[in-house]
Nanobody
């Protein structure tokens, strides 16, 4: 069992940067692949970025490629999402999620554990 707690959301302006953090409780954090998924009310969830257990392999949605960076610190059981050049369309609730298999996947349904979400609002 893994519990995930996100932090770092907030209200920023277009072009600003923000870093989200997600800290996991439980053991064997490095055995989990981690992902960031976002959701806007009334729209489907979008897989934003993912990273495998070792931190070597990453994946980004086309909508954020070149602007967002996912990373992890297994010693701190924490995964990060650095978001630069934010746009109004990045406004959403961002969720951190963990996949038991450790293999990087971009399929949202493959993630087993979820955090409570953190709101990111980008004003134009």
């Amino acid at each position: 069992q893994v519990q995930l707690v996100e932090s770092g959301g907030g209200l920023v302006q277009t072009g600003d940067s923000l870093r989200l953090s997600c800290t996991a409780s439980g053991r064997s954090f490095s055995s989990y692949a981690m992902g960031w998924i976002r959701q806007v009310p009334g729209k489907e969830r979008e897989f934003v970025a993912g990273i495998d257990g070792s931190g070597i392999r990453t994946y980004y949605a086309d909508s954020v490629k070149g602007r967002f960076t996912i990373s992890r610190d297994n010693a701190k059981s924490t995964v990060y999402l650095q978001m630069n050049s934010l746009k109004a369309e990045d406004t959403a609730v961002y969720y951190c999620a963990a996949n038991r298999g450790g293999v990087l996947r971009s399929v949202i349904s493959s993630y087993d554990y979820w955090g409570q979400g953190t709101q990111v609002t980008v004003s134009s």
